[in-house]
């Protein structure tokens, strides 16, 4: 069983959901960079994923679109330590949310639904949830905003990530329900 302790830096660790969310629809991201243990159309395909599990519980909608002028930008960097991924993000005023970056950790070996590597979409899965406005991290062993994500089940086998009764209530806290 594979278990990956994930880290969201962002000065003061706040509860699972805060007042900070998306005030837009729909919220644009944008892949800026990728690994080489994936194709760019693999990550892609992930990180797409990652947005659809979300957005199937939120009437929050997600379009891929070029450049730097996404709201979420996400790309492949050195990471320290045992990161293998890292969020953060700035809001207005008024706790609208207008840009994230999210970053995977290009150290690993990345993998799409593949029991031996990184999977990209629950790393996907979980750091979009902290650019959503899920900025701590849930005691929920069985969530995906968990610091501790498994993509395997107890034979090994690969485990598609789905979403807990506790991530769609503190997301739907945010948003609504779809």
Excluded at 3 to 20: L, P
Excluded at 24 to 52: E, H, M, W
Excluded at 90 to 101: E, I, L, Q, S, V
Excluded at 123 to 131: L, P, Q, S, T, W
Aim: net charge positive; glycine share 8%.
């Amino acid at each position: 069983m594979k278990v990956i302790v994930f880290i969201f830096v962002f000065g003061i660790i706040f509860s699972a959901t805060n007042a900070y969310r998306w005030k837009k629809n729909p919220v644009t991201f944008s892949v800026q960079n990728y690994t080489s243990t994936l194709s760019s159309n693999q990550i892609r395909d992930g990180v797409t994923q990652a947005f659809n599990i979300w957005s199937k519980v939120i009437p929050l909608d997600f379009k891929e679109c070029c450049g730097n002028s996404a709201d979420i930008l996400l790309s492949f960097k050195p990471l320290d330590g045992t990161l293998v991924g890292w969020t953060n993000y700035k809001w207005n005023g008024d706790g609208a949310f207008y840009h994230a970056d999210t970053y995977f950790n290009n150290r690993n070996s990345w993998g799409l639904k593949d029991p031996r590597k990184t999977d990209i979409i629950a790393v996907a899965v979980h750091e979009i949830g902290h650019a959503l406005g899920l900025t701590g991290h849930s005691g929920d062993s069985n969530s995906v905003m968990n610091s501790w994500i498994k993509w395997t089940d107890g034979n090994g086998n690969y485990r598609y990530p789905q979403l807990s009764s506790s991530d769609i209530s503190n997301i739907q806290n945010l948003y609504g329900r779809r």
